[in-house]
């Protein structure tokens, strides 16, 4: 079973006023709907198919004709026909659909988004009918709502960003494509819709990711930084055997020999660490300025040395 279905099969459980049902019942039909003499709706889930069923039943008084249909493909989900055959242009009208003069409504009227609540409840209708999430523990974040129409396409995404959720519209093929990306903005829609229980899946899987990516980003940090302290201490051990090679050791000062001594003596130390260390152990402070000031020295003979030769 889909994350998606979950949701679905979830957010078909709430109980709603009548006026919310309605809100929802008309972003279904709108969105799922061949309509003709009769109002066929075309459905794969069957939570989804089973609420409608009981809407038509509990506000209308109307119990619809079902067809149920196996899918000749790989996908071996059921297809849920329910068929209206009676009050259909009450139905059409009440749901906002059609106007009363009986003409196609690109997005809906005031009425069926009036309050916080029906427009959630809208929204809920949306998603159950042709929305999808991608699981967040297999994939990438993202949710779509794939829609018809163009101008009820950016009626969604305006809704979508009074809540800010960042959303965005994609043409695909004959779709607009209503999606999100952003795992905080796709919980956030989750809530919305009051699919609770998802919410908490999303979020602690998103939790994991977020420290798996800042554990693998800080190991990534601390790898880099040893790489970088080897490179350093290796160069500098370079230069002090051609020191070495060439008898140079006893004709430089004492602060040099000094630093050589520790770091032949201290490895795989950072200047950081080694400036601690000589403190520490020597009671003269030196800063890791200071200390890359003297390694800085001990380059420039070697340099000078190779200029000679």
């Keep these: 079973m889909s994350f998606s279905t979950d949701i679905k099969n979830e957010v078909t459980k709430l109980d709603s006023t009548k006026t919310e049902y309605i809100s929802e019942l008309s972003a279904i039909i709108r969105n799922t709907s061949q309509i003709e003499n009769s109002i066929k709706i075309h459905l794969e889930n069957n939570s989804v198919a089973r609420r409608i069923y009981k809407l038509f039943k509990d506000i209308y008084g109307i119990s619809p004709i079902v067809t149920v249909r196996k899918r000749y493909n790989f996908n071996k989900n059921l297809n849920y026909i329910l068929e209206i055959k009676e009050k259909v242009n009450t139905i059409l009208k009440d749901l906002s659909i059609y106007s009363e003069n009986m003409e196609y409504l690109n997005i809906p009227s005031d009425y069926i988004i009036s309050d916080e609540e029906e427009l959630r409840a809208y929204l809920r209708g949306v998603f159950l009918s042709v929305g999808s999430i991608n699981d967040p523990k297999t994939s990438r974040y993202h949710l779509e709502l794939a829609l018809d129409n163009k101008d009820y396409a950016n009626f969604i995404n305006d809704i979508l960003n009074s809540y800010y959720l960042n959303s965005r519209i994609l043409k695909r093929e004959k779709h607009y ?33 977020d420290h798996k990516n800042m554990t693998n980003r800080l190991n990534n940090c601390e790898q880099a930084n040893i790489d970088k302290v080897f490179i350093t201490s290796n160069n500098q051990i370079k230069d002090i055997n051609i020191l070495k090679e060439n008898d140079m050791l006893e004709l430089i000062d004492e602060k040099l020999k000094e630093v050589i001594e520790y770091r032949l003596k201290y490895r795989e130390s950072s200047l950081q660490e080694l400036s601690e260390i000589i403190t520490l152990e020597t009671g003269k402070k030196i800063t890791k300025s200071g200390l890359n000031h003297r390694f800085r020295k001990i380059k420039e003979i070697v340099n000078n040395l190779n200029t000679k030769k």
């Design 177 to 209: 494509m209503v999606y999100i990306k952003e795992a905080e903005k796709i919980s956030d829609f989750l809530r919305i819709i009051k699919a609770y229980n998802a919410v908490m899946y999303y979020e602690d899987i998103r939790i994991y990711r």
